[in-house]
């Protein structure tokens, strides 16, 4: 009989087990996949360590956390500066005064803001009623036209017209010549990967992957005390109030046998004519000196059956659903319910572990 029965293997599976380990419980760690690790997994290919479920950059304010995670891992001091390709032409991100100087040959903070503050006077008063409106009373129509409406119409498969604006609350504008994304303190990628994180934290725990919990639920059930969930909160009930939406990702991997393809990780592709949103080179992460090189095409896609489910669809109906679901999960008895699936938000890895801990304190 385990004390606990752990649903996942992701990063909150992962802390969850490594923690209840510590406190001296016996723990079972399931997995539907045929890897540990969710989708922070890494996969060596060419000896170069491919994030083999989209680009994964480790970034937090908070030391706690920051010490936590380098407990499993060293890190290197990587900084995220993707650029966009639009038609050719490069432009750094996020918007900063070396994207300003690039579209309009401004050189100082002033003449940026004033450029910014005429195209987003176009609108006049009037209140954005979609996604292109509320880009363009944010960054103007320069920016908005070359930088974000292609990129955010493939990400969403339609017209930016017919997306909400709510969908865009802010958009990032920094009036320094500084091209790192995130303001965080801390920033950086495992040297080596990510999947030795979730090895480390599941040493001497017994896991079982290829595991779906539905197909053996009876058996599973019966030899543990405590259910730790962190898969879709929807599938846990049998969708018996409807199916949550997802938008999902298609990627296309390919070894290039060249050392340096693009010269950066991250390239936005942000015209509509080109299909997929960004090109990940992912030797960049980590460096390595090899021949080859390893990059991946993503291709946002509609979420069906069989698709991963990428990114939840935050919407007032999927919001209203999932608070349904959610008000079923407190009636089961001896389960806990966590993670990104399970609670149907997006969560960075940083708050990922930083709900688990939080989680913890309400396990036996
Ligand atoms: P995760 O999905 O990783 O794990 C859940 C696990 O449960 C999966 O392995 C699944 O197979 C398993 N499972 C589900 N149902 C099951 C069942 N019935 N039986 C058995 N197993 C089951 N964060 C960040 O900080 N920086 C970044 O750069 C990025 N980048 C990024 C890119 C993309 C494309 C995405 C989608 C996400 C990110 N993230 C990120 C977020 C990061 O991926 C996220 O915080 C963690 O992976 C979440 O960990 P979880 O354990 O909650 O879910």
């Known amino acids: 009989m385990y004390d606990y029965l752990i649903v996942g293997s992701g990063l909150y599976g992962s802390t969850c087990a490594y923690e209840l380990k510590k406190r001296g419980k016996s723990v079972l760690v399931i997995e539907q996949r045929k890897h540990i690790g969710g989708n922070i997994y890494t996969e060596n290919i060419s000896d170069i360590q491919v994030h083999k479920y989209g680009a994964h950059i480790f970034h937090t304010n908070n030391k706690e956390i920051w010490d936590y995670v380098n407990q499993f891992a060293e890190f290197n001091r990587y900084t995220n500066s993707p650029v966009a390709n639009f038609k050719g032409k490069i432009y ?58 292609g990129y955010t119409e493939k990400q969403w498969g339609r017209p930016a017209t017919e997306l909400p604006a709510f969908i865009i609350k802010r958009l990032p504008v920094r009036f320094t010549y500084d091209n790192n994304y995130f303001n965080d303190k801390f920033q950086g990628i495992p040297i080596g990967g990510y999947t030795q994180i979730i090895e480390k934290m599941l040493a001497g725990i017994d896991v079982r992957c290829n595991t779906d919990y539905f197909q053996h639920r009876d058996e599973l059930d019966q030899i543990s005390k405590t259910v730790i969930y962190s898969g879709q909160i929807d599938r846990y009930f049998n969708y018996c109030y409807g199916k949550l939406e997802y938008r999902s990702l298609r990627f296309e991997t390919e070894i290039i046998s060249k050392p340096n393809v693009q010269g950066n990780a991250v390239v936005n592709y942000t015209e509509r004519e080109v299909p997929y949103t960004r090109i990940i080179e992912h030797k960049h992460f980590d460096p390595v000196d090899t021949p080859n090189s390893v990059i991946t095409k993503e291709y946002p896609a509609e979420w069906e059956d069989g698709l991963e489910p990428y990114y939840p669809v935050n919407n007032e109906k999927n919001d209203a659903l999932y608070r349904q679901y959610r008000e079923l999960s407190k009636l089961e008895n001896n389960t806990f319910f966590g993670g990104r699936l399970a609670e149907y938000r997006y969560y960075d890895m940083h708050q990922i572990i930083a709900s688990a801990l939080k989680d913890l304190k309400k396990m036996p």
Do not use: C, H
């Open 92 to 149: 750094n991100l996020p918007f900063n005064m070396n994207t300003f100087n690039q579209l309009w040959g401004v050189i100082t903070p002033e003449q940026a803001q004033a450029k910014i503050d005429e195209q987003q006077s176009e609108l006049g008063q009037k209140t954005p009623t979609n996604l292109e409106e509320q880009a363009i009373r944010l960054v103007g129509r320069d920016i908005y036209e070359k930088l974000v409406k």
